[in-house]
């Protein structure tokens, strides 16, 4: 994989939704692939997406393979080989998108690794405690994780975690094997989604040195700053965050409920914590992260110390 490395005392912008832009370009991704369907059906429209955020600030894409598994892809009468392929086209089109924009700033393809409830596309992400033993959990994710280490991605995005155990399984997979990662959870207050401590979350990836930063995604935004305290307090890496807008996942009627509290003026609260990597994740559209990295750019180079680990 290329190098990833924002450099320090800088903080980078990531992208926001995907599937939510692509549903504003008029797509209906009410099945089980989720935005991975479009890598079949339209994927110069996942392109067009990623070269948008791009065009709105981000220098950070996370690809559509988020929710493509092996699994999911063979329903739809894919074989390995051909899931594969889409799996790698996931990231060719993020970095297609990339070389559209001739400007010289540095930008990173992040290949989305989602958990095993996002396969099961019945919000089980969002809880956790799937029923699968640690090696359960190697056995399912490591072909994808396998593919995607080698498909010119420049980091592996190990986002919307939603338990300890699942974050054991991925971070067993990653070390010793030069790849490098990032883990964000899903949370709720200072707990994981299935209810375990954050501090203790964080604490997997602390000893893993392919994990090049932790955080959070895909939770509520008045959530994030307590993360970063306690992702920096217990691993010393650098902290990524994106939230969603606020809203709350309706399983049973498949759709977002209640009003939207994202805002990128909250970027502020969150440089200031020590994020080192801010955007966004469901309902945050490139409009949202234009705003966000202009308050980034106005911020300039600030950053607070480094935790004290002595």
Request: with cysteine.
């Amino acid at each position: 994989m290329a190098e990833f490395g924002i450099p320090v005392g800088e903080v980078a912008v990531a992208d926001g939704g995907l599937a939510t832009a692509l549903e504003a370009r008029g797509h209906d991704l009410s099945d089980a692939l989720w935005s991975a369907r479009l890598l079949v059906d339209a994927p110069d429209e996942i392109r067009a997406v990623h070269a948008a955020f791009f065009r709105a600030g981000a220098v950070i894409a996370t690809t559509a393979s988020y929710q493509a598994s092996f699994e999911g892809f063979a329903a739809r009468g894919i074989d390995r080989e051909h899931a594969a392929r889409l799996l790698r086209r996931s990231v060719e089109l993020a970095c297609a998108a990339r070389d559209e924009i001739e400007d010289g700033r540095e930008r990173w393809i992040a290949a989305s690794i989602g958990p095993y409830g996002s396969a099961l596309a019945d919000g089980s992400e969002y809880r956790g405690r799937y029923g699968l033993s640690l090696a359960a959990l190697k056995r399912w994710h490591l072909p994808r994780l396998e593919v995607l280490a080698d498909s010119g991605a420049d980091v592996l995005a190990l986002e919307t975690i939603p338990d300890i155990d699942e974050a054991e399984a991925l971070a067993g997979l990653l070390d010793g094997s030069g790849v490098p990662a990032w883990l964000s959870y899903t949370v709720d207050g200072e707990r994981t989604r299935a209810g375990q401590p954050l501090r203790e979350a964080f604490a997997i990836a602390a000893g893993v040195p392919e994990i090049v930063a932790v955080g959070v995604n895909c939770c509520a935004p008045h959530d994030v700053a307590v993360a970063i305290t306690l992702a920096r307090e217990v691993t010393g890496k650098p902290v990524i965050v994106y939230p969603n807008s606020g809203e709350g996942w309706n399983d049973e009627r498949r759709c977002w409920t209640g009003e939207p509290r994202f805002s990128a003026a909250q970027a502020v609260e969150w440089m200031e914590s020590g994020a080192a990597i801010v955007g966004g994740c469901c309902r945050v559209l490139p409009a949202d992260i234009e705003r966000l990295a202009a308050i980034v750019a106005s911020a300039g180079r600030r950053s607070p110390e480094e935790p004290n680990h002595e």
